[in-house]
């Protein structure tokens, strides 16, 4: 992993991902630690963002590193037409590591190819999510005691989430049984499906939520994607389409776990924050440890 961008999650073998997830261990014992001293990392962020930059920055700075960046495009010089190749160029040989996240899908491959240092893809448009799929993983792992050989019901946007994209191929490398909620608007891409087909894998779609919650070790939430969508009218008509509550968790599995990469928009009603099954901000937090592992071993300091 040293020295080598993270624009996909594919760009990572099962292995590779076990040890990224075994390293997180390591920094939830010890998040503060003074190993990236002297390093200046840059947090390009041309899209929205809370939870990803903010705990980028602070799984950096718990250990000791400097953070440079901005966190929207308005307050950069792309606002006077710069291009993405000349900002990446120029913060390059400011940075140590870029972290970049870009409403265009493939902006982070693009980077990867004309930047001198690693870049790390903290979302690009509809396309793949990376490091929050590791996170998931942390927590799937973690409330599970396992990747292997789990239920996992996916529900919301499947088309324009690119968490679920991202998540999906790799759960593909873990014997996964796939469950797949969505309106029929927005079902999973055929190209993310391929990689459960390569895997010889099972999966079941579904529109009626009800029918997949009784299976599920995991439920993984998502938003629907208002910004990805061409047309307004579109998303109208499914902004709604699922809902989870607390009455609907009655009944399931003992270890089932409610994850959604956050944020809500209401497709997780607040009744449900309380239940022990929620899982959400916890997952939020694993976030700093995860990307602390990343961080390092890019860097080659663990
Ligand atoms: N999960 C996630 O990407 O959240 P933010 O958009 O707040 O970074």
Redesign the pocket.
């Known amino acids: 992993m040293k020295n080598r961008s993270l624009v996909s999650i594919n760009d990572y073998s099962r292995e590779e991902i076990i040890k990224i997830l075994d390293l997180a261990e390591e920094f939830e014992k010890n998040p503060r630690q003074s190993i990236l001293n002297g390093k200046v990392i840059a947090s390009l962020f041309f899209e929205?963002?809370?939870?990803?930059?903010l705990s980028f920055e602070s799984a950096v700075q718990q250990l000791g590193g400097s953070i440079v960046g901005f966190s929207s495009a308005a307050t950069s010089s792309v606002q006077k037409g710069e291009t993405l190749k000349d900002t990446i160029l120029t913060v390059c040989s400011y940075s140590d590591l870029i972290v970049m996240r870009h409403p265009v899908d493939g902006a982070a491959r693009w980077a990867s190819e004309v930047s001198s240092v690693p870049i790390i893809n903290a979302?690009d448009g509809a396309n793949q999510?990376p490091t929050?799929c590791l996170l998931d993983l942390y927590s799937i792992r973690k409330t599970q005691g396992t990747l292997d050989n789990l239920d996992i019901v996916f529900v919301g946007d499947l088309k324009y989430g690119r968490?679920v994209h991202s998540l999906t191929i790799a759960l593909s490398l873990f014997n996964t049984r796939f469950h797949l909620v969505s309106p029929l608007e927005l079902k999973l891409p055929s190209a993310v499906k391929s990689h459960i087909k390569e895997a010889k894998l099972s999966y079941e779609q579904y529109t009626d939520f009800a029918e997949a919650i009784p299976k599920a070790d995991i439920i993984y939430m998502t938003r629907i994607q208002r910004e990805r969508f061409p047309d307004p009218l579109d998303y109208e008509k499914v902004k709604n389409a699922y809902i989870l509550n607390n009455s609907m968790l009655e009944g399931t599995k003992d270890n089932l776990r409610v994850l959604h990469?956050?944020?809500r928009v209401n497709e997780i009603s607040e009744d449900v924050d309380s239940n022990p099954k929620a899982y959400y901000f916890q997952q939020a937090l694993n976030g700093v440890y995860v990307r602390q592992a990343l961080i390092s071993s890019i860097m080659g300091l663990k």
């Open positions: 929205p963002s809370t939870r990803t930059r979302g999510h929050q968490t990469p956050l944020p």
